[in-house]
Structures are given as structure tokens and as C-alpha cells.
């Protein structure tokens, strides 16, 4: 017999294409098919056969209070019955404008858009703007949304020229992406050295959290500063995933680096679709209608997204980031401990409150160690957890969220579930 999201899913590929609106969510990779969700409530997802899951992907990142958080929920529904969009300012632009430059002392201006990938993207047209130049330093596995000049695959190494990543994306487009891995500052070294004229920006993640959860190693976020400053290139972190959750200063607090320009996402807009992108004053200037790099949106700075971007980073605010850092921790050694005890090569990488578990013996550093984990194993894992009411991402490319409210119990039914995982 088959379950109302199997039948769904089936109706949905004859409208949509493969049937969802975002590639990964079709469960793909770990040959399932998606859970159509009824509703979330905390760390709790349902699904429309009624099953019950803890949800450890939290829509990829941004509902870090968990689902339906009733001040967020109040804001939002208060905010509708203001109308839904004007097209002109409102109030809590600023509002929300102002608490983003006090969160992250780099980011003294800031643009409200509607997805990270118009942040990344609309960064990286005052970047050449700012600049007068065109080539683009990006890492192979971070991700930075679909926009077609970060779409670009490379070779093993660095490749001295970019291949398109997509159908759709012309090789002139990707052209001026050069590539380098992760956590290899000789190879941008190397870049800077031969093109350093030609580079306005260097992107990073300054955790990678697209390619499962890769930590930068030490030194190399510092090198990036100091060579994008020695060349007068900019350096920009693409905070998506890290801003609010890395700390409430994002990645940059926490490390101590002061990038040129970041982009936000995911927790900025509480679970709305809002994307930003800010830094320095002198460089944001050069934004329209202030400057003559254009950017624009019809539903930018929406009243509904302000109100429950407001109320998620109001709420932030008073959170303990390192007792969920510590829980997040705690489970995640917990979870290597259970699965190795399979006989499993497995590595469980966590940070903050974010944790992927590598089905590898081997260091995982870069895309290519990543690549390298074995798949088999981590479907195995995904469709058991799964079937025993835990939802975990469905690509082993992708990481694990903690909300401020799962619970020990939460955690604790996960770790069962684990235990009763056979490879
Ligand atoms: C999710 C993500 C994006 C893209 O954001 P969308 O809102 O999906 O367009 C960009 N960069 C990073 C690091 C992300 O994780």
C-alpha cells in the first residue's frame, strides 16, 4: 500500500519537475522519494500519513527556534493584517537593517533581498563594480545558490579554466570562476600570484556546510584576508548557512576575521524567504541608487519577512549558543561512538550546532575527501533512520541541523534509532 506522500509525489511529477521545487528534496541520492510535510511544530516535523519525525534539517538551516515558534508565528500573522507588501519602506527594514550591523561590526550597510542566491550573486556584482575586475575565486563543494557564474565545476585541483557545473550555463559565463580547494591556500596563492590583477573577490563559506560539514583549517580564513587585501581584492563569506548560527556574530565573530562584504540567508528571514547581503560602508555605496551597481526587487524588504527576520534575531538574542554548541557536540560523539561500534569506517565533524557524519576512515578536508565517503553506507543510515521517525538530509553532501529546541529526548531517540541501524 502506498502512502499519501508516495502517491503525491507521483502527481508531482507530472506538474513539477522531478516532482519538487529544489533538486535534493527528492531523495535522489538515497533512492527514497520526499515525505510530503502536513506541518512542523518545534523540532518536530509531520508528515501527511501522520508519522511523526525529529527534524534535523530544519529546512536547511533557518529555523534554528524550530517550526511555528509562536513569537515568530505572532509577528508574521500581526504583519499580514498590515497588507503583505507595499513596494515602499517600511519600519522594520531598518529595524532588521540595524540589528544586522550591530550582530556583525564588518557589515556597517546592508541590502535586503529575497534568497541567498541573490545575495551571493547580487555580491558579486558590486564586487566587480566596486573593483573594475571580473574573475571570481570560489572553492570546489562550497555552494553558494544557483546564480550561473558560481555554477562551475572543476577538474581534480585547481583548473586553470572553469567547466560549466549545468546545462544552461555558457562557458563565457563561468569563464572568469576560477576554482580552489578548500582549505588549500597555496593553491589561491598561486592564483593571486598569476591573475591578481584580474581577481575582485575571493568567496567562502567560511564553514563549508554544502559538501557535508568541512571546518576551515587553521589559518587558512586568515590567509584568505591577507591575500585578498595584499592583492585589493575582496574578500567575501558567504554567511547563508553560518550568520546567527556559527554565534550570533556568525562565522566571522567566532573567528575573528573581518571579511569585505558577507552575504546572509536562511536564519535572517526566520523562515521566510530573505536573503541579504552587507560590509563596509564605502563599499556599499556603490549600490543603487546610492551608486551605480544595480540591484533591485519587488519584494524586497517585504513586511512579512522583516517581521519574522526581526522576531527570530530579537529572540536570538538571548540564546545560549554554547550550551547548544555543547548538546550539538555531545550528540554528535555520541553517534560516532554508536556507529563505530558497527565496524563502520565513520567520522561524525560538528560544529556549533551542526554535525555530519563522513562514512570514511580518512581525514575529510576538501571536496575530493569527501567524495570519497562511501554512499552506500550513508543511504543505508539515511532510509533506516528514516523509517524509525528521524529525518535526517538526504545527501551525504548536506549537514545536520540543531534547533535551541530539541530536546534530550530528542537527541536521545535519535541515538536509539542508531543503534538499531545494521550496515
Ligand atoms: C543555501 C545557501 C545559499 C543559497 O540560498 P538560497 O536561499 O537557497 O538561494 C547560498 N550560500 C550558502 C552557503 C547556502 O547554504
New binding site residues.
Given amino acids: 500500500m502506498s502512502s499519501r506522500s508516495e502517491e503525491l509525489f507521483a502527481k508531482a511529477c507530472e506538474l513539477i519537475p522531478g516532482g519538487v521545487n529544489s533538486p535534493v528534496r527528492a531523495c535522489h541520492n538515497v533512492r527514497s522519494t520526499p515525505l510530503f510535510i502536513a506541518r512542523g511544530q518545534g523540532a518536530h516535523l509531520f508528515d501527511l500519513d501522520g508519522n511523526e519525525y525529529v527534524d534535523f534539517v530544519l529546512s536547511?538551516?533557518p529555523m534554528i527556534l524550530g517550526h511555528a515558534d509562536p513569537e515568530v508565528t505572532r509577528a508574521v500573522a500581526e504583519a499580514a493584517t498590515r497588507g503583505t507588501s507595499y513596494g515602499a519602506p517600511c519600519e522594520d527594514e531598518v529595524t532588521l537593517a540595524r540589528m544586522v550591523t550591530q550582530a556583525l561590526p564588518s557589515v556597517e550597510m546592508v541590502r535586503m533581498v529575497n534568497?541567498?542566491?541573490?545575495?551571493?550573486m547580487s555580491a558579486l556584482r558590486l564586487a566587480r563594480g566596486y573593483t573594475g575586475r571580473n574573475k571570481l575565486v570560489k572553492f570546489v563543494g562550497?555552494?553558494?545558490?544557483?546564480a550561473d557564474a558560481f555554477l562551475a565545476a572543476a577538474g581534480s585541483g585547481v583548473a586553470t579554466f572553469s567547466i560549466p557545473g549545468t546545462p544552461g550555463v555558457p562557458q563565457s559565463v563561468v569563464a572568469d570562476t576560477l576554482l580552489a580547494p578548500y582549505n588549500d591556500l597555496a593553491a589561491v596563492e598561486e592564483l593571486f600570484k598569476t591573475r591578481g590583477e584580474d581577481i575582485a573577490a575571493v568567496i567562502v563559506?567560511p564553514v563549508a556546510?554544502?559538501m557535508g560539514l568541512v571546518l576551515p583549517a587553521e589559518g587558512f580564513l586568515q590567509g584568505l584576508r591577507d591575500l585578498t587585501s595584499k592583492y585589493g581584492a575582496l574578500l567575501i563569506f558567504?554567511e547563508?548557512?553560518t550568520g546567527f548560527r556559527l554565534a550570533y556574530s556568525g562565522a566571522q565573530g567566532r573567528f575573528g576575521i573581518t571579511p569585505d562584504l558577507t552575504?546572509f540567508?536562511?536564519i535572517i528571514g526566520g523562515g521566510l524567504p530573505v536573503?541579504a547581503f552587507g560590509g563596509k560602508a564605502e563599499i556599499m555605496r556603490h549600490v543603487a541608487p546610492r551608486g551605480e551597481v544595480y540591484q533591485a526587487g519587488t519584494l524586497s524588504g517585504n513586511p512579512l519577512a522583516m517581521a519574522a527576520g526581526l522576531a527570530t534575531l530579537n529572540k536570538l538574542q538571548g540564546m545560549d549558543y554554547a550550551g547548544l554548541e555543547e548538546k550539538t557536540h555531545a550528540f554528535a560523539g555520541e553517534l560516532e561512538a554508536i556507529l563505530r561500534s558497527k565496524g563502520v569506517p565513520v567520522q561524525v565533524h560538528t560544529i556549533a550546532s551542526m554535525f555530519t557524519p563522513y562514512f570514511s576512515a580518512d581525514p575529510v578536508e576538501s571536496f575530493s575527501d569527501v567524495q570519497k565517503c562511501d554512499q552506500e553506507l550513508f543511504t543505508t543510515f539515511y532510509k533506516q533512520m528514516r523509517e524509525q521517525g528521524i529525518y535526517l538530509a538526504p545527501s551525504a553532501f548536506e549537514t545536520g541541523m540543531v534547533s535551541f529546541v530539541h530536546t534530550d529526548e530528542d537527541f536521545a531517540r535519535a541515538l536509539d534509532a542508531a543503534r538499531r541501524v545494521t550496515f
Fill in positions: 536547511w538551516g534568497s541567498g542566491t541573490e545575495a551571493t562550497c555552494y553558494h545558490g544557483h563559506e556546510a554544502n558567504d547563508v548557512i552575504t540567508g536562511k536573503g
